[in-house]
Structure formats: structure tokens, C-alpha cells
């Protein structure tokens, strides 16, 4: 018995595991060149636990 895609996509249907059949609709975006909104920006860098925007120390000190 051969196991191709096909057949390994007719097990997953038929065992209700849609995850080889259907992908995920949204994944958010890993990519920082591909991020355009400054929002989505934001939210990526609290998810990641990083500060942005990113400041120099010169910056840093400026602003105290």
C-alpha cells in the first residue's frame, strides 16, 4: 500500500484532523521588511518582548 498525499489527505478527512487539509487562514507575519503598519509593528515587539521603536543610548539620554 502506497502512502501518498493524497491518501494521507483522505485519512485526515476521514478522522476529522482538517489541519493537513485545511492551513491555518491568518498567520501573523515574522518578517519586519514585510510589516508596514506601525501598529502591527508595536504588537509584534510586545509579543516578542523587545522594545521598539529601537533608540540609541544617545537617544535614551536625551530624553530623561
Not at 491518501?7 to 493537513?20: E, I, L, P, S, T
Not at 498567520?27 to 521588511?33: D, F, L, S, Y
Not at 510589516?35 to 530624553?63: E, W
Request: hydrophobic fraction near 30%; charged fraction near 30%.
Amino acid at each position: 500500500m502506497n502512502r501518498t498525499r493524497a491518501w494521507r489527505r483522505n485519512q485526515a478527512r476521514k478522522h476529522g484532523n482538517d489541519k493537513a487539509v485545511r492551513p491555518l487562514t491568518f498567520k501573523p507575519e515574522k518578517n519586519w521588511k514585510l510589516m508596514y503598519i506601525r501598529s502591527t509593528k508595536l504588537v509584534r515587539a510586545r509579543q516578542l518582548g523587545m522594545s521598539y521603536p529601537i533608540r540609541s543610548t544617545c537617544q535614551l539620554l536625551d530624553q530623561e
